[in-house]
C-alpha cells in the first residue's frame, strides 16, 4: 500500500468514529486523538479498523505512531 492511500484508510477510518472531522485543520504531525476529541474506546476502535482494513498487526508499542496523520499512514505503508 503506497502512502497516499494509507492515508485515506486513516481519514476515512476516523470519519467513522467522528463523523464531522475537518481534516483541513489537522496537519500532518498533529496529534488527532487531541484535535479530534478521541477517547480511549474511539482510539483503540480506530486501531481494529485499520489492522483488519490494511490487513496488517498493529500493536500497542505501534500507538504512538498512530497518534498522527502522517505516522499512521506511514505505518500502514510500511506494513501492508
Known amino acids: 500500500m503506497n502512502h497516499d ?4 484508510l486513516v ?3 476516523l470519519t467513522e468514529i467522528v ?3 475537518d481534516f483541513t485543520a489537522i ?3 498533529t496529534d488527532y486523538r487531541d484535535a479530534l476529541d478521541l477517547d480511549s474506546l474511539d482510539f483503540l476502535t480506530l486501531v481494529e479498523r485499520l489492522s ?3 490487513g496488517c498487526r498493529i500493536e500497542e508499542d505501534d500507538y504512538p505512531r498512530l ?3 502522517a505516522g499512521a499512514a506511514a505505518l ?3 506494513r501492508s
Open 19 to 21: 463523523p464531522d472531522a
Open 76 to 78: 500502514l505503508a510500511e
Open 52 to 54: 483488519d482494513r490494511a
Open 67 to 69: 497518534s498522527t496523520l
Open 27 to 29: 496537519g500532518p504531525e
Open 11 to 13: 481519514k476515512d477510518a
Open 5 to 8: 492511500r494509507a492515508l485515506d
